[in-house]
């Protein structure tokens, strides 16, 4: 090395330490900001799940989705963001039921193991029904036909589960039911916003979710920027 590059050096060394300090500190800002987020969300639903206990939180979500069904089909240019609504909806709804809710009832009763296996086979056609509806898009040719039969087999699973596997529930501690309740909501903020065919069951969802989530909406908003439907 020359004197002229000897002289540069600890200059070079100076600014990659700086560099490196500020990285270092834009990393903490990043994880304590990250953190009050968490925290922040976290109140906002056990705020939010006060006196509910797990069958009223997906009753409510139960007539969410069947709302959101109407404005899907709904013609005109709001067509395009009522579908995102409601496939976002259906995929985090059901990814919470199969991370939480089927093991819970499963684990409850003879009865509740038998319905939560007859659910999980239910929310896997439909959920390859609306891989089908997500790839076409709305304003396929067959978009209302596809999304009536996906109505049908979506509202008929959730009659199911209020029949056959909330009994279950019903079962279990007021506090444990109001944990689950909890999780139903808390599992909204990290599960995907997109069908995921390929993940049903509740492992895969738990370990799915952290790494779906936050990739399907960074593809949302990806494709917002861009101004794609
Ligand atoms: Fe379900
Ligand atoms: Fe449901």
Known sequence: MG???KRA??????????????AGGAAAIWRRQWALVAMRVAIRVVKSTEGMDVTRVLEAQHAEIRRAFRRAALPGGR???AFRELVRMLAVHEAAEEAHVHPAAARASGKGRAA???RL?????????????WEAGPRSAGYLHTLRA????VLMHAAREEREEFPALGALSPARRRMLGLEVKLARELAPT????GINTS?????????????DRARDLLQRWRGED
């Open 116 to 118: 939560a296996r007859a």
């Open 121 to 133: 086979g239910e929310e896997a056609q439909a959920k390859q029904l609306l891989a089908d509806l």
């Open 203 to 215: 492992m895969a969802n738990r370990l799915a979710m952290p790494v779906l989530g936050p990739a």
């Open 79 to 81: 067509r395009p963001g």
């Open 9 to 22: 050096w600890p200059k070079v060394a100076a600014g990659a330490a700086a560099a490196g300090v500020v």
């Open 194 to 197: 997109r069908p995921h065919p």
């Open 150 to 153: 996906l109505r049908r087999a």
């Open 3 to 5: 004197e002229k590059g």
